[in-house]
């Protein structure tokens, strides 16, 4: 299997050892979980629907830099802080994914990254 980092300016650098996504087999792409940072690093705190409206838009930014968009997205799996959470984040969520939306498992953690609220990973297909 072949894979290919895939990383973007417009969508926060990792910080940590992994890269934003991963292209395999050229048909794939595996986007490591978004937490609500600004591509230039600063962290989106306070309400929860800010925080994944933040995501989301990283997610949307990595997306494109591949050609893609959320119609290609299979799979998506979103960590929560708390499911206390769940409304407002499906809310927003919901909003990018309005036909077909992907297979999806939402978990509530112990801790996310910079003790965030809300953090999703996804799964695309070219």
């Known amino acids: 299997m072949t894979r290919q980092a ?72 979103i960590f929560l802080s708390s499911m206390d959470h769940f409304a407002a984040v499906n809310e927003v969520y919901g909003a990018c994914f309005e036909n077909e939306p992907p297979a999806r498992s939402t978990v509530a953690v112990a801790g996310l990254p910079k003790g965030v609220d809300v953090e999703i990973e996804v799964t695309a297909v070219y």
């Open 6 to 77: 895939h990383n973007t300016l417009n969508a926060p650098a990792a910080i940590g050892p992994y890269s934003q996504s991963v292209r395999a087999e050229g048909r794939f792409l595996f986007c490591s979980g978004q937490i609500p940072l600004k591509p230039d690093g600063s962290l989106v705190t306070g309400d929860v629907r800010e925080q994944a409206t933040q995501v989301m838009a990283n997610i949307n930014a990595l997306l494109e830099s591949a050609g893609l968009g959320f119609e290609n997205v299979a799979k998506t799996t």
